[in-house]
């Protein structure tokens, strides 16, 4: 199911539900790989391997669409369906965080949240494949 050890996945799942704890809102979390491979998930109710490979395929449109209008690198789309949100942050360079949530979630609050979780997640990876250096630009 993961591409990271045991180890950095479990801290990966630890980020994802201090997550949710602080946005009670979210109905799923979920951290994938670039080319969407899961490397951990906290929500029951989702098919994890169906939302990571949308979530990759998400990301290429939009990397397109950020790149076609000169607005530089991904760093996240949010979109908004009759039933609630599904909101995708970079994660560095390797990896992306998906978050579904409730209606009545407030989306100030759930960039500000899910920024500083992408980060961390970001650094968890970067020191997991031993990389050096800022994992992702300032929000």
Known sequence: MS?????AEAEILAELRR?????PQL????????????LAQDSAATES???????????????????STGQ??????????EHGYVATYAAG????LTLIAEPRLN?????LEARRSSLRIAELIDH????????????
């Open 3 to 7: 591409t990271v050890p045991a180890e």
């Open 27 to 38: 109905t799923g979390a979920l951290a994938a790989s670039a080319d969407g491979l899961v």
């Open 49 to 67: 391997e169906s939302v990571a490979a949308l979530t990759a395929a998400a990301l290429a449109v939009a990397q397109r669409l950020s790149d």
């Open 19 to 23: 997550l949710r704890a602080r946005v």
């Open 72 to 81: 530089g690198g991904f760093r996240e789309l949010l979109v908004r369906g």
């Open 93 to 96: 360079e390797a990896a992306v």
């Open 128 to 139: 997991t494949l031993g990389r050096r250096g800022p994992a992702a630009p300032p929000a």
């Open 107 to 111: 989306v100030g609050r759930l960039h």
